[in-house]
């Protein structure tokens, strides 16, 4: 039985207002997380661009008043993130963009989900360590 460190209870949930004034909020919660799991200071601050991407992407969609929900999931050399955010009419993301670009440059994995009220980026990174 896991009493501690990842494993034990490793899911962490974030809710920000919709507002790109919390997205310095996001990213150091995000890179506190990632050195819990030894990832290197270069996975970090990659990581942190990911996730600058991934909230810019969802705040674009989101309803006026709404939430910023970030669900994080710590596996042993892996950070999973999910940021989603209520939208009425969420638009179809743009995969030639410069954003996505980045986005899947840096992670391991990202997806979007784009429903009617919902606008959801998914992301996920293994630690640099891990892929040698």
Do not use: H, K, N
Not at 26 to 36: F, I, K, N
Not at 49 to 55: F, P, Y
Request: proline content about 5%; some cysteine.
């Amino acid at each position: 039985m896991i009493t501690s460190g990842v494993g034990a209870r490793s899911d962490v949930e974030l809710r920000l207002p919709a507002d790109g004034a919390y997205a310095a909020v996001l990213r150091t919660l995000t890179a506190g997380l990632a050195a819990r799991l030894d990832f290197t200071i270069d996975d970090i601050e990659d990581l942190r661009i990911a996730v600058s991407e991934a909230a810019a992407m969802v705040l674009d969609e989101a309803d006026p008043g709404a939430d910023l929900v970030c669900r994080f999931r710590l596996m042993p050399g892996e950070l999973g993130l999910e940021c989603t955010t209520t939208s009425a009419a969420p638009s179809t993301p743009d995969y030639d963009s410069f954003g996505w670009q980045v986005l899947t440059t840096l992670t391991t994995e990202a997806v979007v989900e784009a429903t009617p009220g919902s606008y959801t980026v998914r992301i996920a990174m293994r630690s640099s360590l891990d892929l040698q």
